[in-house]
């Protein structure tokens, strides 16, 4: 993550200026499509924001579910939202979460297979549980090794379960550039509520389509 000194924010409105005043501002942007600010997130225990921008009504999703996720104590709190219209930005701005990131399932098929699977796939899956939607690593904080929070909401929603569990197993071989961790990150999981072929059809329809 790049963590880049800045002395304002460019083209903050007046509250998120507010809330950024006598803090410390880094640009830790990683997407062409948002830009994020850490406010004054020097410390592990520091009282951190982050505020993010990005066109207008991109965020109105992530605010909702960055709420709830607070609600159910696997989130930050989403400090103040901000709707764009026009020329003017969203701007979301939620707490920090204490702690930091930590830096095989690699579908052995062509085009056509992916596109098979999927398809006879497509009706098994079901809208079974809360996803996080964007299930890998960067995005889940520990504070000294244990869970203290999942972060940038988006993409997440009621889906089905295989779709999280995929990423999952997926961002431990892409983080962590081995497949070690797979067989015990599904253990963990639980292998009873698994269905493989689901995780199959996932990675196909997430991979190829």
């Known amino acids: 993550m790049h963590h880049t000194p800045i002395p304002t924010i460019p083209d903050a409105p007046p509250s998120i200026r ?53 609600e159910l104590g696997l989130g930050p709190e989403v400090v103040e939202y901000l709707p764009g219209g026009g020329t003017h930005a969203d701007w979301l701005v939620t707490r920090a979460v204490i702690g930091r990131f930590d830096a095989q399932f690699r579908p052995r098929t062509t085009a056509t297979d992916a596109y098979r699977i999927a398809a006879e796939a497509a009706g098994e899956l079901r809208t079974d549980a809360l996803l ?54 599904l253990d963990a999981y639980g292998r009873d509520v698994i269905d493989e072929g689901k995780l199959a059809a996932i990675a196909a329809m997430e991979c190829f389509m």
Do not use: Q
């Not at 991109?58 to 607070?70: I, K, Q, S, V």
């Not at 929070?149 to 983080?175: E, K, P, Q």
């Open 18 to 70: 507010s809330l950024a005043r006598g803090r410390s501002i880094h640009d830790t942007s990683s997407s062409p499509e948002a830009r994020v600010y850490a406010l004054g997130a020097e410390g592990a225990s520091s009282n951190a924001l982050f505020a993010k921008t990005a066109a207008a009504g991109t965020l109105a999703h992530e605010a909702r579910m960055g709420t709830a996720f607070h």
């Open 132 to 185: 996080h939607g964007d299930y890998c690593l960067p995005n889940v904080i520990l504070d000294d090794w244990r869970f203290s929070g999942f972060i940038d909401f988006d993409h997440a929603g009621l889906s089905d379960r295989h779709i999280d569990v995929f990423w999952g197993a997926w961002t431990l071989w892409f983080n962590l550039h081995t497949s070690a961790y797979c067989s015990r990150f």
